[in-house]
């Protein structure tokens, strides 16, 4: 019998997996998926209650505000800024608008699953660089650039492995790429970067016509719920984008705790300095368990899991689910004996360092 038929990019998508939930309902410690430690600041829940006095009222059409405001506390041009629903819809706008059948688009061996789902979906094939010390490699990310490529996506932080470029080595990266490539930088998680020679991409952005950083307020701004990403780039780019981007697509509650969030630039530094003092404190402490703890930029680390033992990624993953802990399984990434551990609260990861040393200790 004839029936519809997908296109064939699509049905070579693997599926996004996300966190699991446990079913009894019990208090969980949920450190899967690199979420702030804290919850949004006061003065976004409030932004956000007062707009939902208003919801019979389509939002601003391209998230005017928002982009006003994002430009005020970078420096940026608003005109240069496009809004999502969530960075995940740039991404896919990204995608849809530069690359198709035939075309490849170049990202890191353990980069973010989004950008071969992105790449699939427009019928793209995705190619991905091998890694050095689980950080994005210049040389291998341009050694796959060829006359097909019209993407290189680079998440920097990235996710899962926590590592990053340096600003000499992504201008190095940008130098290398023809000016007919797109090089697309995520920096979800630079306002967690304290690194001196960290750059999220504005500064390539600004100056080159090929360039795009992506952000989003799901990380330190602890709007995940909401929803809310943005990208910088060429007037041009920015201008294609634009074309094709949904009307209203960011609505209008997730607008107004999105420009407090902002605003609340108190809450952002307790939550990077917050995160400064935590992460290094549980990587040592873990560390100190035995156990190997890649070096990580962001609000996450990988911790590795022995395979030739019954002390396994798996068996840490399901000994910390049973304890109402739940992290993340990153073979999806290309990394199957690793764990990935969000930063929450220094009680959470004490707990979490509890539950560890008593899987390490179980006979």
């Not at 004996?337 to 006979?363: C, H, N, P, Q, Y």
Request: glycine letters at 6%; one cysteine or more.
């Amino acid at each position: 019998m004839a029936r519809p038929q997908a296109k064939e990019g699509v049905l070579r998508v693997t599926p996004y997996v996300g966190s699991e939930a446990k079913a009894d309902g019990g208090q969980l410690i949920n450190i899967s998926s690199n979420e702030s430690a804290f919850e949004a600041s006061a003065r976004a829940r409030e932004a956000y209650a007062n707009a939902a006095a208003n919801l019979r009222r389509y939002p601003e059409i391209d998230a005017r505000s928002l982009r006003q405001a994002l430009a005020a506390h970078y420096g940026l041009e608003p005109e240069r800024i496009i809004c999502g629903t969530g960075s995940d819809q740039i991404i896919d706008l990204i995608a849809l608008a530069f690359a198709g059948v035939g075309d490849e688009v170049v990202y890191s061996a353990h980069g973010f699953q989004m950008y071969p789902i992105a790449a699939h979906a427009v019928g793209a094939m995705p190619v991905a660089a091998p890694e050095v010390n689980l950080t994005a490699d210049v040389d291998a990310l341009l050694d796959r650039v060829n006359e097909r490529t019209r993407i290189v996506f680079l998440a920097n932080p990235n996710n899962p492995t926590g590592t990053f470029v340096t600003r000499d080595e992504l201008a190095r990266l940008h130098a290398g790429l023809p000016g007919e490539v797109l090089l697309v930088i995520d920096a979800a998680y630079a306002e967690y970067v304290t690194q001196a020679d960290y750059e999220p991409g504005v500064e390539l952005a600004r100056a080159h016509e090929n360039v795009v950083m992506t952000r989003t307020f799901s990380k330190i701004y602890a709007l995940a719920s909401l929803r809310v990403g943005w990208a910088y780039g060429p007037r041009d780019i920015i201008g294609i984008l634009d074309r094709i981007r949904p009307p209203f697509n960011v609505n209008a509650p997730a607008i107004a705790g999105a420009i407090a969030a902002l605003a609340d630039r108190d809450h952002t530094e307790n939550a990077r300095r917050h995160n400064s003092e935590v992460l290094p404190w549980f990587a040592d402490q873990v560390a100190a368990l035995g156990l190997t703890v890649n070096p990580s930029a962001a609000n996450f680390v990988i911790v590795h899991f022995d395979p030739e033992t019954p002390k396994d990624a798996e068996s840490a993953y399901q000994h910390l689910f049973s304890k109402g802990i739940v992290t993340r399984r990153v073979g999806g990434y290309g990394l199957p004996d690793w764990v990935r551990m969000s930063i929450g609260t220094r009680e959470e990861m004490t707990t979490v360092l509890d539950a560890l040393k008593e899987f390490l200790e179980k006979k």
